[in-house]
């Protein structure tokens, strides 16, 4: 499956931001898809996560409370609604898909999309 992200920009604090991951060539459906960012010189560190139904959704605690997984599959699109964003959230923001009901690792993901970036700052 090909992964496009899309939905990044410049922001101020406090500003939101809606990333979207849309998919091709496979059913999407089949896949869970996670959100993932990355800053230089830092390991790749996971953000959010939601299972090919929707169903289930994880987050990492620097995103509880401000960020929001969901997908539509009639779209073959995932989304991440970004509320409250702080300096730190800060980073090149990446989608995967992973054939794992949930994945919870990197490895878990088959596919990647090139980053979408994400700045924010006043």
């Known amino acids: 499956v090909q992964l496009q992200a899309s939905g990044g920009g410049l922001v101020q604090p406090g500003g939101s931001l809606r990333l979207s991951c849309t998919a091709s060539g496979r059913p999407f459906s089949s896949y869970s898809m996670g959100w993932y960012r990355q800053n230089i010189g830092k390991p790749r560190e996971f953000v959010a996560l939601?299972?090919?139904?929707?169903?289930?959704?994880r987050y990492a605690d620097s995103a509880k409370g401000r960020f929001t997984i969901s997908r539509d599959n009639s779209m073959d699109t995932a989304y991440l609604q970004m509320n409250d964003l702080k300096p730190e959230d800060t980073a090149v923001y990446y989608c995967?898909?992973?054939?794992?009901?949930?994945?919870?690792?990197?490895?878990?993901?088959?596919?990647w999309g090139k980053g979408t970036q994400v700045t924010v700052s006043s």
């Open positions: 939601i299972s090919w139904s929707g169903g289930t959704t």
């Open positions: 995967g898909a992973s054939e794992v009901v949930i994945p919870t690792r990197q490895s878990h993901y088959e596919f």
